[in-house]
């Protein structure tokens, strides 16, 4: 079983910034490709950022291109968010998933493993 455990949520003003945290345990991270969603209060859960297992290949919703940044760091079972010029629109709880595929995609039906969810609200 892998265990995932977001953190770094919190309240921000637009424009400004954001760093998340996932950190991995029950399985070594360089064998999981991992990914960011965000659930907004009355919407689906949506995908936001995917970095397959080895970070050579990272693909973002085109929401947040250009403006989130997701990296991995296998040494220490953590991948990360970067969140910069943040909007109202990006309110939502944030959750870090992982597959044992090689590439999850954008499908949450691809990701075995969940975490909690970390909240962001960014006001106006």
């Known amino acids: 079983q892998v265990q995932l455990v977001e953190s770094g949520g919190g309240l921000v003003q637009a424009g400004g910034s954001l760093r998340l945290s996932c950190a991995a345990s029950?399985?070594?991270?360089?064998?999981?490709?991992m990914a960011w969603f965000r659930q907004a209060p009355g919407k689906e859960r949506a995908f936001v950022a995917g970095?397959?297992?080895?970070?050579?290949?990272?693909y973002y919703a085109a929401s947040v291109q250009g403006r989130f940044s997701v990296s991995r760091d296998n040494a220490k079972n953590t991948v990360y968010l970067q969140m910069n010029s943040l909007k109202p629109e990006d309110t939502a709880v944030y959750y870090c998933?992982?597959?044992?595929?090689?590439?999850?995609?954008?499908?949450?039906?691809?990701?075995?493993?969940w975490g909690q969810g970390t909240q962001v609200t960014v006001s106006s």
């Open positions: 998933a992982a597959t044992t595929l090689p590439l999850g995609g954008m499908v949450r039906a691809n990701y075995d493993y």
């Open positions: 970095i397959v297992w080895s970070g050579g290949y990272i």
């Open positions: 029950g399985r070594t991270l360089s064998t999981l490709s």
